[in-house]
């Protein structure tokens, strides 16, 4: 479930700087959004204020009408040529305009176009009735609605630019190409043909930017810089379904009662059986993870994702150490002896150096004593490749769980290690305002929950205990049904 997140106000930033260089690092499709439509917001207005087969129409007369306003070097019906031309022109081509379309049409623009930047746009557009919440409200929607380069709205835009260059320019092109472009204002957009012209209709005003040298940057940074004081972040998060906390608290206390029934077996029949302790000692860890997500409701988060991870290593090995046993006979061993030479690393760094965090959670103490339960055996002609840990995707390939490792463990991975995906997804949270260029706002107040991780843990706890079921058998009566 995708629900937008509303009412946390931010005080927004300029998202303006260095605009030349940003602008140029972007092909000429992406400039679209940031470098054309500033732009072209006077037309998506005009045309965004009509049914689109009027407005095709409207707009053409209108392009026409500035064909005889514009210099013979300009290619484009840009605004920013527009606001070049001296006053008397300007007068007179707004006076053409408001004769076609209501002032309240083009008025949102006066708070971009000010008076100061233009006397004559000012005086022909600027509606007191209107609030500036509502203009900036309208411009807003409009950049929203254009923002795609490739929607059906924008193709017409860039259609009706299109159009004031062949006005501009005779454009040559093969017969049947232009005979399909001329066809494109009375075609609907479910035309069977739309889906071929669209997109050269694109192509066509995407090649035309090269007929100009270079951007107006000084228009394009007072509109991005305007817009983003005038307007407040909305960021955007995503919340997912809460799961049902009965069935939870079921799937535990089956874990907990088939841990049991293991437990008590080993305890009576094999004390001594290193084999065992160590699928019990793996089981029983993950076991804890799994009651430490549920008692403190980890689903939803980072740590959660941690958790499965977790899991997913614990399980491989059992499996992976049941796969080399009979190669290596005392791996259970070995194993335990692997894991403790670990320990002792971390005790002999403490005895040289002596206290360095004295509160620190690492209890050199105890461990020294862990240990210390395993002096005299021998260490030496142990191969450490065995268990290495970080070769978890061949172990994960050997035993066939490589969908597990592909698709889970990989992942949960990236958390671990504090990758900017995972940063991305659980600690940024988008801005939806069209004119904040879609930036990203650090998520400290904590909205963003994550997917939860409850089926994932569940199916590993299962497959976990699945192993020992098989290996020392479960009594069917104990077994819960219809699982
Ligand atoms: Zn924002």
Avoid at 164 to 189: A, C, F, G, V, W
Avoid at 317 to 334: G, Q
Wanted: proline residues 4%; glycine residues 4%; negative net charge.
């Amino acid at each position: 479930m995708v629900k937008e997140y509303k009412g946390h106000k931010f005080k927004s930033g300029k998202f303006v700087t260095p605009f030349n260089e940003l602008l140029t690092q972007l092909g000429k499709e992406e400039q679209w959004y940031l470098g054309r439509l500033p732009e072209y917001m006077w037309l998506a207005l005009i045309f965004d204020s009509h049914p689109r087969e009027k407005a095709m129409i409207l707009i053409q007369d209108i392009l026409q009408e500035l064909n005889k306003f514009l210099p013979d070097t300009i290619m484009q019906p840009k605004i920013s040529y527009i606001l070049q031309l001296n006053e008397e022109k300007q007068q007179d081509f707004y006076q053409y305009l408001s004769s076609k379309i209501e002032k309240s049409v083009l008025s949102p623009l006066t708070i971009i176009i000010t008076y100061s930047i233009s006397r004559p746009f000012s005086k022909y557009f600027s509606n007191k009735d209107e609030g500036i919440e509502d203009k900036i409200s309208k411009l807003e929607s409009t950049i929203q609605t254009f923002s795609s380069q490739h929607s059906e709205q924008t193709t017409d835009i860039r259609y009706l630019v299109f159009y004031y260059i062949q006005l501009r320019n005779k454009i040559i092109m093969p017969e049947d190409q232009s005979e399909l472009i001329n066809q494109y204002p009375d075609l609907t957009h479910n035309n069977h043909l739309m889906p071929l012209i669209r997109p050269m209709v694109r192509n066509l005003e995407m090649m035309s930017t090269n007929f100009e040298e270079n951007p107006n940057i000084t228009y394009l940074e007072m509109f991005w810089e305007r817009m983003s004081e005038l307007t407040d972040c909305e960021l955007f998060s995503v919340q997912f379904e809460i799961e049902d906390a009965l069935d939870k608290k079921t799937a535990l206390e089956n874990c907990y009662k088939e841990l049991k029934y293991f437990t008590d077996l080993f305890h009576t029949v094999s004390p001594l059986d290193h084999k065992m302790l160590v699928l019990l000692g793996l089981s029983t860890f993950s076991y804890k993870r799994f009651l430490e997500l549920i008692e403190h409701n980890l689903y939803n988060t980072i740590t959660g994702r941690n958790v499965v991870r977790s899991l997913i290593e614990n399980y491989i090995m059992m499996k992976y150490l049941i796969l080399r046993e009979s190669e290596k006979p005392n791996i259970w061993e070995e194993y335990q002896y692997y894991g403790l030479g670990q320990f002792k690393l971390i005790t002999e760094r403490y005895e040289d150096t002596g206290d360095v965090y004295p509160n620190s959670h690492v209890e050199y103490k105890y461990l020294s004593l862990i240990v210390e339960e395993y002096k005299g055996k021998d260490f030496i002609d142990m191969d450490l490749n065995y268990f290495d840990r970080h070769n978890i995707k061949t172990k994960a390939e050997m035993v066939g769980e490589s969908n597990l490792y592909k698709h889970l463990y990989d992942y949960d991975s990236i958390y671990e290690h504090g990758l900017w995906g995972a940063i991305r997804e659980s600690s940024l949270l988008k801005c939806n305002t069209a004119s904040h260029q879609f930036h990203c706002v650090p998520d400290i107040e904590n909205q963003q929950k994550l997917k939860s991780v409850w089926h994932d843990c569940h199916l590993l706890m299962q497959k976990t205990l699945n192993i020992l079921k098989e290996l020392y058998g479960y009594p069917s009566h104990l077994e819960v049904k219809g699982k």
